[in-house]
């Protein structure tokens, strides 16, 4: 097992005098979850930038990972982070069905290879697609592979970390076409009640907006959620879209095509 290097924000084995003061400095965050925590970056951003000499705890440089601070330390990052930030973008993606949101299945395509420049839908002052955009760009959540809607792909994991980090609260509405009888009190349940994977569900806003079509806001995403929340109540869903996470909506983005998040955009 590799030695992990003493720091002087996270002090070597104590001896036994020092020991209950090490006890509570040993049980302090990582220096990486608290740039997490802060919403200066992901996780993994911090372990490149902490490598890089690019991240200060209390104005002092930090350069060996799994380095430990207090939570209330002043942690920072260097100029050349925050440019390294500055260069990545987020796509908003209509998926269409028979993609899938994240790593590819046999038989079907990944969203990502969506993102062409031929597919770019550009506004004025939009930029033009580039090859290093591609570059670890991964979904911030998922969409079901027969679901469409808006998708979001960034390299940007402040993004990533707001859309489906733990403590995230940003929405998602959908619209979802159902057929079947719901259940006395099934839009009650829907709301509020029903319980997947052992777990109770979040408070949702469900509302119907035609006889066969239902309205969802939710703020969590488990997995084919709205799908499983429907067969509680007596629905089958046939068509489920995605049409607004947070602020940002899908508007009139035709199924296929992509466009960047704009400056002035925010979730």
Not at 98 to 124: C, D, H, I, K, T
Request: charge should be positive.
């Amino acid at each position: 097992m590799k030695k992990r290097l003493p720091s002087r924000f996270s002090p070597p084995a104590p001896r036994a005098a020092e020991a209950e003061e090490s006890a509570g400095e040993t049980a302090w965050p990582r220096v990486s979850r608290l740039l997490a925590l802060r919403g200066l970056c992901s996780r993994r951003e911090a372990d490149r930038y902490i490598e890089q000499g690019w991240v200060f705890v209390n104005g002092e440089r930090v350069k060996e990972l799994g380095v430990r601070a207090a939570p209330d330390a002043k942690v920072t990052l260097a100029p050349e982070a925050k440019r390294k930030q500055q260069e990545c973008v987020t796509i908003l993606l209509h998926k269409p069905v028979g993609f899938v949101s994240g790593q590819p299945e046999p038989g079907y395509q990944a969203a990502v290879n969506l993102v062409l420049p031929e597919n770019q839908v550009r506004a004025p002052g939009d930029p033009p697609f580039h090859p290093r955009h591609l570059r670890g760009l991964a979904p911030a959540g998922r969409l079901d592979i027969d679901s469409t809607g808006l998708l979001v792909l960034t390299q940007d994991g402040r993004a990533a970390r707001q859309l489906i980090g733990e403590d995230s609260s940003v929405e998602k509405e959908y619209l979802a076409r159902v057929s079947g009888n719901i259940r006395e009190n099934g839009l009650r349940l829907l709301c509020h009640g029903l319980v997947l994977d052992d777990r109770p569900l979040k408070p949702a806003r469900v509302v119907w907006q035609n006889a066969e079509q239902l309205r969802f806001v939710l703020t969590e995403g488990k997995k084919r959620q709205i799908r499983r929340m429907c067969e509680l109540v007596g629905l089958t869903v046939t068509a489920l879209k995605r049409v607004r996470i947070g602020k940002v909506r899908l508007g009139d983005l035709p199924p296929g095509r992509w466009r960047y998040l704009r400056a002035d955009e925010r979730f």
